[in-house]
């Protein structure tokens, strides 16, 4: 099994920004791609962003493109997501999910998920 714990989510104003973390435990976690999701308020999950198993190779949706960074480091089992130039539209929760297949934006393809951090942006 695969454990994953989100952290460093919280309330910022618009234009702020905020490093959110994914510790992962259990099996390798270097075997892993990880992706990071939101489901904002009456909305259905979406993807965010993804990261391959060697950190070489990121994916973004369209709408973060230069604001958002994700990065890990499988020395430490985490993986973060900075989050820049927030938007009121930011405000979701975010997920990290891990998974081994190649179709990096599809949620079904992910095996084990965290349990969500909050992210609100607001003046």
């Known amino acids: 099994q695969v454990q994953l714990v989100e952290s460093g989510g919280g309330l910022v104003q618009p234009g702020g920004s905020l490093r959110l973390s994914c510790a992962v435990s259990?099996?390798?976690?270097?075997?892993?791609?990880m992706g990071w999701f939101r489901q904002a308020p009456g909305k259905e999950r979406e993807f965010v962003a993804a990261?391959?198993?060697?950190?070489?190779?990121?994916y973004y949706q369209d709408s973060v493109k230069g604001r958002f960074t994700i990065s890990r480091d499988n020395a430490k089992n985490t993986v973060y997501l900075q989050i820049s130039s927030l938007k009121p539209e930011d405000t979701a929760v975010y997920y990290c999910?891990?998974?081994?297949?190649?179709?990096?934006?599809?949620?079904?393809?992910?095996?084990?998920w965290g349990q969500g951090t909050q992210v609100t942006v607001s003046s």
């Open positions: 999910a891990a998974t081994q297949s190649l179709y990096y934006g599809t949620q079904s393809r992910y095996s084990y």
């Open positions: 259990g099996r390798t976690f270097s075997r892993y791609t």
């Open positions: 990261i391959n198993w060697s950190g070489d190779r990121t």
